[in-house]
């Protein structure tokens, strides 16, 4: 199975501040990824897919890049309402799909 | 809109089984693949299994193979899990999902989730 890392597992931020975190495959996985992010007690919802396309009506502060192991999210601008966890997914070997083990963005 | 109810969350003794549903409605249920993906308490996420459009091909993860069942029925928009020799650490909430290819595939839509607890 294919493995991914995230890094940090944890950040802890200011409203306004540009966060990236780091997801890391443990063999190619093209840019088959997607990342999700999880507020407490909410389903995941979907941010990017494609390793870098923002799906519709997620706001444009956030994008993603890389392909191949290395991949990035980015917020470049940290609102209220993006404290939450996020995870990325790996979807190389789609339908047995993995998730990173998430990250958490707390505020300073 | 794209809605997806999931039910038959409930506490169940280890050794139990329980059917959980998924109630699609908002899209053409019959051309998705669906999954299930798992979120035990505190921890992340663990997709459990998935299954075409038209319920031909089934796949699952392997720590839930031989004891899960996923099946589809396309007239009625639902999307089923029959989890038997249910373990405490089955115990999580349960997502559906639809997934859906555009250059890649993605999970593009979950439902609120249902929770499992497994427990004597």
């Known amino acids: 199975d294919i493995q991914l890392t995230q890094s940090p597992s944890f950040l802890s931020a200011s409203v306004g501040d540009r966060v990236t975190i780091t997801c890391r495959a443990s063999?190619?996985?093209?840019?088959?990824l997607a990342w999700y992010q999880q507020k407490p007690g909410k389903a995941p919802n979907l941010l990017i897919y494609?390793?870098?396309t923002l799906q519709s009506g997620v706001p444009s502060r956030f994008s993603g890049s890389g392909s191949g192991t290395e991949f990035t999210l980015t917020i470049s601008s940290l609102q209220p309402e993006d404290f939450a966890t996020y995870y990325c997914?790996?979807?190389?070997?789609?339908?047995?799909?993995?998730f990173g083990p998430g990250t958490k963005v707390d505020i300073k | 809109e794209v809605q997806l109810l999931e039910s038959g969350g409930a506490l169940v003794q280890p050794g139990g089984s329980l059917r959980l549903s998924c109630a699609a409605s908002?899209?053409?249920?019959?051309?998705?693949?669906m999954s299930w993906v798992r979120q035990a308490p505190g921890k992340g996420l663990e997709w459990v299994s998935g299954?075409?459009?038209?319920?031909?091909?089934?796949h699952y993860a392997d720590s839930v193979r031989g004891r899960f069942t996923i099946s589809r029925d396309n007239s009625k928009n639902t999307l089923y899990l029959q989890m038997n020799s249910l373990r405490v650490d089955d115990t999580a909430v349960y997502y559906c999902?639809?997934?859906?290819?555009?250059?890649?595939?993605?999970?593009?839509?979950w439902g609120q989730g249902t929770l499992v607890t497994v427990s004597s």
């Open positions: 999902v639809k997934v859906v290819y555009s250059s890649t595939w993605h999970f593009a839509y």
């Open positions: 908002g899209f053409t249920f019959s051309s998705y693949a």
């Open positions: 299954i075409s459009n038209t319920g031909s091909n089934t």
């Open positions: 063999q190619g996985i093209s840019s088959y």
């Open positions: 494609a390793a870098s």
């Open positions: 997914q790996q979807l190389s070997s789609y339908p047995r799909v993995t």
